[in-house]
C-alpha cells in the first residue's frame, strides 16, 4: 500500500522567512502534485511534476521531485501572509495508471506578519 | 470553462434520510472522483469513473453508500441512511488523462452535516 507522509503537519512562520515542506512516499512513482487548500474552501492545483529532477517555480513557491529518494520538497521564500493555507502533496498508484492519487495528510501553513 | 460544478454546497439533513449530492465535471475529462475530507480521516477517495464506468470503489465506506454516473457530464454520490458519522465535505474531482498532466481539478465540496 503506498504511504505519503508530509512533515512538518503544523508550521508557523514569520513573514520574510524561508522553508521547506518536505512529502515522502513509500514506493516508485514518478508523477507528483502538490495542492493548495485555503481554509473552508477546495483543493487548488500548483505544480504537476512529472519525472525524476523535474523542478516547478511559481512566485515564491518552487516544487522539486526526487524519484530515487522518493522525496518532494515544496519551498517557500521570503513568506507572506497570503502563502497561509494547507498544503498536500499527491502521488500516482502504481499499478493502477497515473488516474488514481494518493493524498497526504497535508500541512497546515500559517504565516505570521 | 466553469470548472467542475457540485450541488448542493451545503446540505443538513437529519440522520436516517437519503441523501444524494451532485457533481458536473469539466467537458472532455475522461476521470470523475469522489472524496471525502475529515478532520479526522483526512482526504479520502471513495470511487472514480472513467468514460462514466465505475473502476475502483473500494473506498466507499459501506452499503449506504452508492454512486452512478449516467452521463458523461454527470455524477451523483447517494447515501441512504445517513448516519451522523457521514458528516464531512464531499468533493467531486475531474481530469482528462490523455493530455499527460494528469491532474485532478476540484469542485467547490459540498460540506454536508448529519444531525
Known amino acids: 500500500e503506498l504511504k505519503v507522509e508530509q512533515n512538518p503537519l503544523f508550521l508557523s512562520m514569520q513573514e520574510g522567512k524561508n522553508y521547506t515542506i518536505y512529502c515522502n512516499y513509500s514506493?516508485?512513482?514518478?508523477?507528483l502534485y502538490w495542492y493548495r487548500q485555503d481554509p473552508g474552501k477546495s483543493l487548488e492545483s500548483l505544480f504537476v511534476l512529472l519525472s525524476n529532477g523535474a523542478v516547478k517555480q511559481e512566485g515564491r513557491l518552487m516544487a522539486s521531485l526526487d524519484t530515487k529518494a522518493r522525496l518532494s520538497t515544496l519551498h517557500i521564500t521570503a513568506a507572506v501572509h497570503d502563502l497561509s493555507a494547507t498544503y498536500f502533496c499527491a502521488v500516482d498508484v502504481p499499478n493502477f495508471g497515473n488516474e488514481k492519487l494518493t493524498f497526504g495528510t497535508g500541512t497546515r501553513l500559517t504565516i505570521i506578519p | 470553462d466553469a470548472g467542475v460544478i457540485q450541488s448542493p454546497r451545503h446540505e443538513v439533513t437529519e440522520m436516517g434520510q437519503e441523501v444524494t449530492l451532485r457533481c458536473k465535471p469539466i467537458?472532455?475529462?475522461?476521470?470523475l472522483f469522489w472524496y471525502r475530507q475529515t478532520m479526522m480521516r483526512g482526504l479520502e477517495l471513495l470511487i472514480y469513473?472513467?468514460?462514466?464506468?465505475?473502476?475502483?470503489d473500494s473506498g466507499m465506506p459501506e452499503d449506504r453508500f452508492s454512486a452512478k454516473m449516467p452521463n458523461a457530464s454527470f455524477s451523483t454520490l447517494k447515501i441512504q441512511p445517513s448516519e451522523p458519522r457521514d458528516s464531512a465535505v464531499y468533493f467531486c474531482?475531474?481530469?482528462?488523462?490523455?493530455?499527460?498532466?494528469?491532474?485532478?481539478?476540484f469542485g467547490p465540496g459540498t460540506r454536508l452535516t448529519v444531525l
Open positions: 467537458s472532455g475529462h475522461d476521470y
Open positions: 514506493t516508485t512513482s514518478d508523477r
Open positions: 474531482a475531474s481530469s482528462f488523462t490523455r493530455g499527460g498532466r494528469d491532474e485532478q481539478f
Open positions: 469513473f472513467n468514460n462514466n464506468v465505475p473502476i475502483d
